[in-house]
T-cell receptor, first 111, second 115 residues
Framework: DAKTTQPPSMDCAEGRAANLPCNHS???????VYWYRQIHSQGPQYIIH???NNETNEMASLIITEDRKSSTLILPHATLRDTAVYYC????????????FGQGTELSVKP | EPEVTQTPSHQVTQMGQEVILRCVPI?????FYWYRQILGQKVEFLVS????????KSEIFDDQFSVERPDGSNFTLKIRSTKLEDSAMYFC?????????????FGPGTRLLVL
């Protein structure tokens, strides 16, 4: 699985968009980008995933650059409850399924 | 919404004792996983389980660990002789299949403290 690089921490004002970057410059053609988050030692929670097109769901949007070497997770209107560690994971979908977590980005949403 | 459940939420044990952590995956899911997270560290993969056998395990998952799906609904992780360094949060996860849309759902975790 390709290595990912994320900033260790970010702040965001409540109500503003949170833009969390992820670098995955060694991604290969059959690898998907997945985002999970972990709120204060709870179990990780799936947010969104994509291959090469931008994706949006009720939680977030995922923007993947055309060369697929980086992506950005966007929380359009961050709330205090979005304070969490956000993990960007790159993997081939048809493997056994294990997720390799890095250190992630600790997002603090402030009032 | 269906969810993965884990029991107990907290477990305190003495070094050298056996512990069994229990998980009830989402009912129609076919792939099961255990992860652990030592306090302040990242989430680490332990083992994956499919079709009643281990499909992959990490270096952490040594002979002290075993997994079982005893009755078609529960999925257990046994640590035979606990060590201090086994103190961690243990997360169970499950998913239905292997397509990209099939994502893993995690349980709330069991906090294990070995004294």
């Amino acid at each position: 699985d390709a290595k990912t690089t994320q900033p260790p921490s970010m702040d965001c004002a409540e109500g503003r968009a949170a833009n969390l970057p992820c670098n995955h410059s060694t991604i290969s053609g059959n690898e998907y980008v997945y985002w999970y988050r972990q709120i204060h030692s709870q179990g990780p929670q799936y947010i969104i995933h994509g291959l090469k097109n931008n994706e949006t769901n009720e939680m977030a949007s995922l923007i993947i650059t055309e060369d697929r070497k980086s992506s950005t997770l966007i929380l359009p209107h961050a709330t205090l409850r979005d304070t969490a560690v956000y993990y960007c994971i790159v993997r081939v979908y048809n493997q056994g399924g294990k997720l390799i977590f890095g250190q992630g980005t600790e997002l603090s949403v402030k009032p | 919404e269906p969810e993965v459940t884990q029991t107990p939420s907290h477990q305190v044990t003495q070094m050298g004792q056996e512990v069994i952590l229990r998980c009830v995956p989402i009912s129609n899911h076919l792939y099961f996983y255990w992860y652990r997270q030592i306090l302040g560290q990242k989430v680490e993969f332990l083992v994956s389980f499919y079709n009643n056998e281990i499909s992959e395990k990490s270096e952490i998952f040594d002979d002290q660990f075993s997994v079982e799906r005893p009755d078609g609904s529960n999925f257990t992780l046994k640590i035979r002789s606990t060590k201090l360094e086994d103190s961690a949060m243990y997360f169970c996860a499950s998913k239905y299949g292997t397509s990209p849309q099939e994502t893993q759902y995690f349980g709330p975790g069991t906090r294990l403290l070995v004294l």
